[in-house]
């Protein structure tokens, strides 16, 4: 079946610091892929997509994600984290036979001032 | 142009109830998406329907749980008989009519079972 794997639970950084949230998915053909931020008690919110082109994404608030296929990953990245960015980020991609979204369980970011 | 729109945003429910969540899709939007969320879980797909049509719902339970969405007004997720293990966090999504290549999500409605 097809899956998406976010390995981290919950990863802890300082401010300022940098951060890279892991997602792996399976099945080859270039899948849709996203990743979403969710604050506690509030809905998604879309940072980024990945369809064709430029491996390399850029998304809203700083972040940017990469499409690597040899790998089967889409690792998001930011170069500087702020407290704000603390909450739940979940990478998704659209299922290949539907129109469905495969979400990973999730990462928590918590963010040490 | 306002977003995805859910009610209500929380929902409690005593066993054996009804409750019926709604969602309107943003404006333009034709296709219409539910996931459901359990605590410390990511989103699991139930549902995908367009106007008067469910397309998809390979995701649904089979017994207590259906979904419509009509010519006119919301879609709606119905869940009779509720019980405790339906408590979780319902997140409706809606894309354009071309297509689901993005999803763009509502709020929620988490929904409580005493």
């Known amino acids: 079946a097809q899956s998406v794997t976010q390995p981290d639970i919950h990863i802890t950084v300082s401010e300022g610091a940098s951060l890279e949230l892991r997602c792996n998915y399976s099945y080859g053909a270039t899948p849709y892929l996203f990743w979403y931020v969710q604050s506690p008690g509030q809905g998604l919110q879309l940072l980024l997509k990945y369809f064709s082109g430029d491996t390399l994404v850029q998304g809203i608030k700083g972040f940017e994600a990469e499409f690597k296929r040899s790998q089967s990953s889409f690792n998001l990245r930011k170069p500087s984290v702020h407290w704000s960015d603390a909450a739940e980020y979940f990478c998704?991609?659209?299922?290949?036979?539907?129109?469905?979204?495969?979400f990973g369980p999730g990462t928590r970011l918590s963010v040490l001032p | 142009n306002a977003g995805v729109m859910q009610n209500p945003r929380h929902l409690v429910r005593r066993r054996g109830q009804e409750a019926r969540l709604r969602c309107s899709p943003m404006?333009?939007?034709?296709?219409v998406y539910w996931y459901r969320q359990l605590p410390e879980e990511g989103l699991k797909f139930m549902v995908y329907l367009q106007k008067e049509n469910i397309i998809d719902e390979s995701g649904m339970p089979k017994e207590r749980f259906s979904a419509e969405f009509p010519k006119e007004g919301p879609s709606i997720l119905r869940i009779q008989q509720v019980v405790r293990g339906d408590s979780a966090a319902y997140f409706c999504?809606?894309?354009?009519?071309?297509?689901?290549?993005?999803?763009?999500f509502g709020p929620g409605t988490r929904l409580l079972v005493l």
């Open positions: 998704a991609r659209r299922d290949n036979y539907g129109q469905n979204f495969v």
């Open positions: 999504a809606s894309s354009p009519p071309t297509g689901g290549e993005t999803q763009y």
């Open positions: 404006k333009g939007h034709s296709h």
